[in-house]
């Protein structure tokens, strides 16, 4: 079985605080993909990045960083120097190859940040 | 802006009754999915429509049905309404070879279910 837990449900930060997200997943497929998703108030899901397993490497982009361990199923998110405009619903999601193609979503984590 | 629209924006129905949401794919989009978003939780698949055939199903009754059109468009009926469809609705579309690179949601149809 497929499954994404995402253990925070609600972070509160000041401005220009870092604030990192937790993202654990299961799966026993050796080809998956992961992904982040922003969903601001309106409700449309914004992708912000996608991961598969078989590269590791951590990336980095503006103000976003995204930390995949394969050795403990993680794949973290980290926002430096947060700002009011980050305040969001944010998913982790993933794709198991055998599984088909539909994304299988964690519960969130909503993120505040206060001026 | 992904270029994918959803109509309605809101809706209120009542207990026992059918709705249809549509969802216009972006130009070149084969392949459709469909969410149901509770409040509070993260969104869950319906089912996904690839050259207008259904192409995997998630855990949702039969009265969740779908069509996808020959322009690649697809409406998401729900029969019988219960309290709890009361959700969320988010389609997404892509091409299916590169569907395990992105999806590109709609803005979502919020359902009331009284």
């Known amino acids: 079985a497929q499954k994404v837990t995402q253990a925070q449900t609600e972070i509160s930060v000041v401005e220009k605080e870092d604030v990192t997200l937790d993202c654990v997943y299961e799966?026993?497929?050796?080809?998956?993909?992961l992904f982040w998703y922003k969903q601001p108030p309106s409700g449309e899901l914004v992708f912000l990045i996608r991961?598969?397993?078989?590269?590791?490497q951590n990336e980095i982009s503006g103000r976003y960083s995204w930390n995949f361990q394969k050795s403990t199923s993680s794949f973290n998110f980290t926002i430096t120097a947060s700002q009011v405009v980050d305040s969001a619903v944010y998913f982790c999601?993933?794709?198991?190859?055998?599984?088909?193609?539909?994304?299988?979503f964690g519960k969130g984590t909503t993120l505040s940040v206060s001026s | 802006e992904t270029g994918v629209t959803q109509s309605p924006t809101h809706l209120i129905k009542t207990r026992g009754q059918q709705v249809t949401l549509r969802c216009s794919s972006q130009?070149?989009?084969?392949?459709v999915s469909w969410y149901q978003q509770a409040l509070g939780q993260g969104p869950q698949f319906i089912f996904q429509?690839?050259?207008?055939?259904?192409?995997g199903r998630g855990n949702f009754p039969p009265r969740f049905s779908g069509l996808q059109f020959p322009n690649y468009s697809s409406e998401l009926n729900v029969n019988a309404l219960e309290l709890d469809d009361s959700a969320l609705y988010l389609c997404?579309?892509?091409?299916?070879?590169?569907?395990?690179?992105?999806?590109?949601f709609g803005p979502g149809t919020r359902l009331l279910v009284l």
């Open positions: 999601a993933l794709i198991a190859d055998q599984a088909g193609t539909a994304l299988i």
């Open positions: 799966t026993r497929d050796t080809t998956y993909y």
């Open positions: 991961r598969n397993s078989f590269d590791e």
């Open positions: 130009s070149g989009h084969n392949t």
């Open positions: 429509y690839y050259r207008e055939e259904e192409n």
């Open positions: 997404a579309s892509n091409t299916f070879e590169t569907i395990r690179e992105t999806q590109y």
